[in-house]
């Protein structure tokens, strides 16, 4: 006998783990297809042999970022078009059809290809992927403060989605270098081409499923009138600007995305030459990731009892320690480094765990904070430009990275054979690789080790500014700020109008 639905006072089916398990799916989609883009510094300057070539590329694609992301999100805000069931579903099942060859695009295995061509197909492989990206990212961001609007419900979908990530994360972290690694530790660049193939088929899949089990409670207003002004994008981006909690948060996930992609290449060289075996690099990262697990069931208990951003505030000093553990090396590489290694991350990723878990919550509340304070959602462009500045940490903070480890010595004896010649074709056994670790120098390995402990340190301290100093919706003021708002929901008129006892219902 199929289970009867229940539904809420408003019709629609009450919130339950179905939606919390269909939101983590839509995030597991999104990083099937982002999965390597940690790898994506090692493709280009391994098996492409750009070099920093490939740095200065990654910041002139970073420009597409800045007119893509708040482009599609005033597409998104701007479009009153009725669809069948949302536009923001209608979007995202849109943008994870590209993202089936988007990805791959960005693989493409022409190693003897000239420079300028490796430069052409790189920048075209980025816009392709990119743009695709966006289009399915953007709304599902969105997405969270439509599916409920009460804090625990929306404390559950944001630490769902951060399952949906790790996972996301995990699966890829594990399995794929043990795919894409030759015998030797050198990259496969035409197993990392198929690898993003698959991830992209399999994104796809999780966003079909997310589509079909996610149920709109909160609707938007469609409709407009004469008395209603016309969408003005500048005037948006200065709303973001002066959104406190939309900029704390961005500057926290911008911190959190150059601990986990900037150091990304640094992280995965160490492990091809500090502790010469990139195989267990996933592994050991999937380890460090023990914590969120452990955090994630208690994430809506916790929040409801002490906050969203006195939590967030605590994970982000748990991870300042981890970053200042992760300094103590041990001479020679012995095997209690990589021990210390694996614990330091072990209590970085506690409190990256406690953070990203409330960390999606929190934005949905900085949506909300904007119609608080201007009377004005803007889903999409709030959205949209939290998601720029997190490409930006996520382009510019692996650039930044591989122009450091150019100086410690990475590149300029990357593309290097034993004898000192340049490598830009594959080998006699038709390998595409430009990189033997034995190749770079223990000096260099170790200036590498040191460079990851400094990123990661960085990236906790711009994550603890960003919530403890900006963001400044905490218990106290989100309570105040969700009875107004319900107020002016319930009775259409402005806040400072509304009863006192309106909430008493």
Not at 422 to 446: Q, T
Not at 475 to 483: A, D, V
């Amino acid at each position: 006998m199929k289970k009867e639905i229940q539904l809420d006072q408003n019709g629609k089916r009450k919130f339950g783990i179905r939606d919390s398990v269909a939101y983590a799916a839509g995030d597991l989609g999104c990083n099937m297809s982002f999965a390597l883009k940690g790898t994506m510094a090692l493709f280009w300057t391994q098996v492409m042999g750009l070099g920093l070539w490939y740095s200065l590329l990654l910041i002139v694609v970073q420009v597409w970022d800045a007119i893509n992301d708040p482009l599609i999100g005033t597409v998104i805000d701007s479009d009153k078009r009725n669809y069948k069931r949302n536009k923001f579903l209608s979007y995202i099942w849109f943008g994870s059809i590209g993202l089936i060859i988007g990805g791959a695009c960005c693989f493409l295995p022409f190693p003897s290809a000239p420079v300028w061509a490796k430069m052409i197909i790189f920048i075209a492989g980025y816009v392709i992927w990119d743009a695709f990206y966006t289009i399915a990212n953007v709304p599902y961001g969105s997405l969270l403060s439509l599916i409920s609007k009460e804090p625990a419900d929306r404390a559950s979908l944001s630490a769902w989605r951060s399952i949906g990530s790790m996972v996301g994360n995990m699966l890829p972290m594990v399995i794929l270098p043990f795919i894409m690694y030759n015998k030797d530790g050198s990259l496969n660049g035409i197993k990392v081409f198929l690898a993003a193939l698959i991830m992209g088929a399999l994104g796809f899949i999780c966003f079909q499923f997310m589509i079909r089990n996610t149920e709109i409670r909160v609707e938007e207003d469609i409709k407009l009138n004469e008395d209603q002004p016309k969408f003005n994008v500048f005037e948006a981006m200065k709303n973001f600007i002066h959104n406190r909690p939309a900029v704390g948060a961005t500057l926290a996930a911008m911190g959190m995305f150059i601990g986990m992609q900037g150091a990304a290449t640094a992280v995965s060289v160490v492990f091809q030459i500090y502790f010469k075996n990139p195989q267990i690099s996933g592994i050991v990262q999937m380890f460090a990731m023990i914590p969120i697990v452990v955090f994630t069931p208690l994430a809506r208990k916790m929040v409801t009892k002490y906050g969203k951003k006195e939590l967030s505030v605590i994970g982000a000093i748990c991870s300042i320690v981890g970053g200042l553990l992760l300094f103590i090396i041990t001479p020679n590489n012995t095997g209690l480094d990589l021990v210390l290694y694996i614990l330091a991350q072990l209590v970085y990723s506690l409190g990256l765990g406690i953070y990203s878990t409330v960390s999606w919550a929190m934005m949905g509340d900085a949506i909300d904070y904007n119609e608080w304070k201007t009377g004005k959602r803007e889903e999409g462009v709030v959205y949209s430009l939290h998601s720029f500045f997190r490409k930006l940490a996520q382009g510019v903070g692996p650039a930044v990275a591989l122009v450091i480890m150019s100086a410690l010595g990475y590149v300029n004896n990357a593309n290097l054979d034993a004898n000192g010649d340049y490598i830009s074709s594959p080998d006699a056994n038709g390998k595409f690789s430009a990189i033997n670790p034995e190749w770079l120098g223990w000096d260099v390995a170790v200036n590498l080790r040191i460079l990851v402990a400094i990123l990661f340190l960085v990236a906790a301290v711009m994550q603890f500014v960003g919530l403890a100093l900006v963001y400044n919706l905490d218990k106290k003021t989100l309570e105040k700020m969700n009875e107004e708002l319900d107020a002016r929901h319930t009775h259409d008129a402005p806040v400072e109008d509304a009863p006192v006892a309106v909430n008493a219902e």
